[in-house]
């Protein structure tokens, strides 16, 4: 039998391999260990929203939709922005509706980062921003947030920007950490892009999981920069279905142009019975305005389950995660620690380190609480032998 030769050109990402996610996951399973690591919900979205999608199936949309996304959606969106944060963006020409936020990500940094464009990054990140701009060509600039309190630390934003940076990528509320930023976080970060050509990739996927009376500070609420963003959202995260994979970003009309360019060719378009349904489901508020009590109540389940351990509790100001210091428990490094609470315990999580890339170890780990409440015990009883 003859036997061919592949030819394998240079990886365009020579330093990605298996993601720390799909470890954990594939451990859990593994090990029948409860899965806090990965970031989803392990219940159903509202039955109300699917039979929303299947009348649009019935009703024929099953076909291509417009490339920028259906209109009746873009107009649902943009509506919901102008009531909750005071911006009114066309629908026509600056809300475009993206096969997921990671995907209008992408799409963002694609659009604007070329070769020799700087884009800053606050570590730790969601893992795929490093890659996206390294596809583009662009250098990443890495900025630590505050060690233990995940603050920005806006001195050391304001000496890495040069003349030849070209974004920064904000995540508010946050992954990891779970912290927000303020609205004199916004203010600062106006005042620092102020003088520059920079522009904001604004990545507002938990938006609406904010917690003890705050308010989420959206870069579309701060007319300076949303004047130079783009703003992101995930229709997964706020509804409960991730693996619809459907997200929004909204820009300026001339932001939103080079966004389509790109758009058009990379996704083209977005499932369209799923447009149709989420536009109709949008006309009640109340699913997304809920959301906060919603998963306040399960981040307080949990950490008072988790106050019965030596875990130290670390602040869970926004989306769906909680960071704790075991170092009362162990010593072992972070991707250690999680791969014995996996299988000793019974219960996987995510060390920090996974989000910096010198995968430095402060001694933390992260668990995602957007779990069912019995899951949420399960879990809280293995951990009570910590």
Known sequence: MTTFRTPLPPSRLPKVGTTIFTVMSALAAERAAVNLGQG?????????????????????????????????????????????????????????????????????????????????????????????????????????????????????????????????????????????????????????????DALLIADEVYEHMVYDGEHHASASAHPELAARAFVISSFGKTFHV?????????????????????????????????????????????????LPAFYQRKRDLFRAGLAATRLRLLPSEGSYFQVVDYSAISNLGEADFCRWLTTEVGVAAIPLSAFYDDGRNQGLARFCYAKRDDTLATALGRLARL
Do not use: C
């Open 40 to 196: 989803f919900p392990d219940f159903e979205g509202d039955p109300a929203l699917v039979d929303a999608v299947a009348r649009a199936m019935r009703e024929g949309h099953n076909q291509y939709p417009p490339m920028t996304g259906v209109p009746a959606l873009r107009q649902a969106v943009a509506a919901k922005i102008e009531s909750l944060y005071g911006k009114r963006y066309d629908p026509a020409t600056e809300i475009t509706i993206t096969a997921g936020a990671t995907q209008a990500i992408i799409t963002a940094v694609l659009a604007v980062v070329g070769p020799g464009d700087e884009v800053i990054v606050l570590e730790p990140n969601y893992d795929s921003y490093v890659p996206n701009i390294e596809l583009a060509g662009g250098t990443v600039l890495r900025v630590a947030l505050l060690p233990e309190t995940f603050r920005p630390d806006f001195d050391a934003i304001a000496a890495a920007i040069s003349p030849r940076t070209r974004a920064i990528i904000v995540n508010t509320p946050h992954n990891p950490s779970a912290t927000i930023w303020r609205t004199a976080d916004l203010d600062r970060l106006a005042e620092i892009l102020r003088p520059t």
């Open 242 to 290: 991730t693996g619809w994979k459907i997200g929004t970003v909204a820009a300026p009309a001339a932001l939103t142009a080079e966004f389509r360019k790109v758009h058009q060719f990379n996704v083209f378009t977005v499932n369209t019975p799923m447009q149709h349904g989420l536009a109709r489901y949008l006309a009640d508020p109340a699913p997304y305005l809920d």
